[in-house]
């Protein structure tokens, strides 16, 4: 048996970090890279997540908690800041991914990265080129993350290579109407019901160091936005305690409507940088910013912008 090595995604994992670990994991064995490739997770499924898994039916991945001395493969992120522990002393033999690039190695690696909507795009045509049968449980996994990162085709991050291979995989997994499916899965996690305001701002939260700032930029998905209305001062208050508590020059809550496609964002911390970023005047501690679906395409950039 060789030596193994674990496929894991993002810290706080979304769709397309789960589903990406088990759909390459499988690609490995079929196309006879070996069985010794395993999905992992590196942190707790959310709730679109184990939706998506029961749907097609897989189990979670296995949990790594650190990954000191292992060999790793990258997905769906490569940068430290969002990835294991122990990342620094793990062997990073390989990265496939769709964000910026924040990755140092000292040896010649397989690294493939696209400005695609989603991991799920690349390996979507990677079983398409490569396997003959591909298993109608993984094109659902495949399809499910890629609808879930571009937001049904609505983020700006979607391109004509994500709507297609969605559409391929949705064949193989027998789903008829591709949109209504992704808002079910979408449905999965939107609701705020029984979450405690610090488990909605990690359910999806990054960090980022923008020229020596600490940065935190979390994100939640709604269809209807009363809930997290109603909830506004308990988010800012938890938002002000994760700022003194972890040291954070700047810590963002984007609630985005995906129905509405907009994003209300809660920021706490140097709110002039977010009034600067986008031309836009923070009051009470929020922003509404009318189309901005896209953390990593409309939010990212342009608050590193102006660090
Ligand atoms: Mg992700
Ligand atoms: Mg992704
Ligand atoms: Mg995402």
Redo the contacts with the bound molecule.
């Keep these: 048996m060789n030596e193994e090595i674990y496929i894991i995604g993002h810290m706080n994992p979304?769709t397309?970090s789960i589903c990406s670990a088990i759909a390459y994991a499988e690609f490995k064995k079929q196309a006879g890279f070996g069985d010794n490739y395993i999905a992992a997770r590196i942190g707790e499924l959310n709730s679109e997540t184990a939706y998506v898994l029961d749907r097609f039916g897989f189990s979670e991945p296995v949990l790594l908690e650190d990954g000191a001395g292992k060999k790793i493969i990258l997905v769906d992120h490569n940068e430290e800041s969002q990835s294991i522990d122990g990342y620094s002393e793990a062997e990073i033999v390989e990265v496939i991914d769709h964000h910026k690039i924040n990755f140092r190695c000292s040896e010649p690696i397989f690294y493939h990265n696209e400005p695609l909507g989603s991991t799920a795009t690349i390996l979507g045509e990677m079983f398409l080129s490569c396997v003959d049968d591909i298993d109608k449980g993984v094109a659902g996994l495949l399809l499910s993350a890629i609808l879930?990162?571009t937001v049904v085709f609505r983020s700006v991050t979607t391109t004509d290579r994500d709507v297609e291979v969605a559409n391929k995989m949705a064949e193989i997994a027998k789903i008829d109407d591709v949109k209504s499916f992704g808002i079910e899965v979408k449905k999965a996690k939107s609701s705020l019901e029984g979450l405690s305001a610090k488990d909605v701002i990690f359910s999806?939260f990054k960090d980022f160091n923008f020229n020596g700032s600490k940065v935190g930029i979390g994100?939640i998905e709604i269809v209807d936005s009363k809930e997290a209305v109603d909830r506004r001062g308990e988010f800012i208050d938890e938002l002000e305690k994760i700022k003194l508590d972890e040291d954070y020059d700047l810590v963002v809550l984007m609630v985005t409507n995906i129905i509405e496609e907009g994003s209300e964002l809660m920021v706490v911390g140097l709110t002039d940088r977010v009034d600067a970023a986008f031309k836009a005047k923070v009051e009470d501690n929020r922003v509404y910013l009318k189309g901005v679906m896209s953390?990593k395409r409309q939010v990212v950039p342009q608050l590193e912008g102006v660090f």
């Design positions: 979304d397309d879930s990162d999806d994100q953390r």
